[in-house]
């Protein structure tokens, strides 16, 4: 389950699913201690910065945000066609189109179980390969975003951004030494970072 981050000024207000953190913020712009701008809610997973929307009584919201996940636009790409043909769709297999030189044809003909089979694992062997480099881009981006949200006032912004993607761990947590605790430990979580 995805946890949400709320952030107030310069301190953390609420951490967790986001069905807790909208109903915490209901209650809080209910009894007036808190008015839609002056929270922030990130998504601890992608960093980003999301809207609720809290309109309504308690258990519309609860409704609105239990199981809820963000729709994902498909690109130009994937949008589909509105008549669809028979096959694999219905089973939520998308056809996508691959471009590749005769030759690469002719070499996935020759693989056993066919091209789909083999492209399938030359995918999954990347990923393997590849997993480690793409868990840090994941890190550096998510962080990244979050910090772009809530700290991009503070002094040393940039540089820790650039320590950020540099790798350099210890120049990252000295940029960020006098930001507020809350912000801080946020970060350092979100970057993966383990301190002394």
Not at 84 to 92: D, T
Not at 138 to 146: D, I, L, P, V
Request: glycine residues 6%; charged residues 30%; proline residues 4%.
């Amino acid at each position: 389950m995805k946890n949400y981050t709320v952030f107030c000024e310069d301190r953390v207000l609420k951490a967790g699913a986001l069905e807790e953190v909208a109903l915490y913020l209901k209650g809080q712009t209910d009894a007036q201690q808190l008015f839609q701008g002056q929270f922030q809610v990130i998504d601890d997973h992608l960093g980003d910065a999301i809207d609720l929307d809290l309109s309504g009584s308690k258990l519309t919201v609860k409704e609105r945000y239990t199981n809820y996940e963000k729709p994902v636009e498909p690109t130009n790409e994937e949008k589909q066609p509105e008549s669809r043909s028979r096959g694999r769709p219905k089973l939520g297999v998308v056809s996508k189109e691959v471009t590749l030189l005769p030759r690469h044809w002719e070499w996935l003909a020759l693989q056993p179980g066919g091209a789909s089979v083999a492209l399938r694992k030359l995918i999954d062997e990347a990923r393997k390969q590849s997993g480690s480099e793409d868990q840090m881009r994941a890190m550096q981006e998510r962080t990244y975003k979050a910090m772009s949200h809530i700290a991009a006032h503070l002094p040393n912004y940039e540089d820790a951004l650039r320590a950020l993607f540099a790798l350099d761990q210890a120049k990252f947590l000295q940029m960020i030494e006098a930001w507020p605790v809350d912000y801080k430990n946020y970060l350092i979580r979100l970057a993966g970072l383990v301190t002394a």
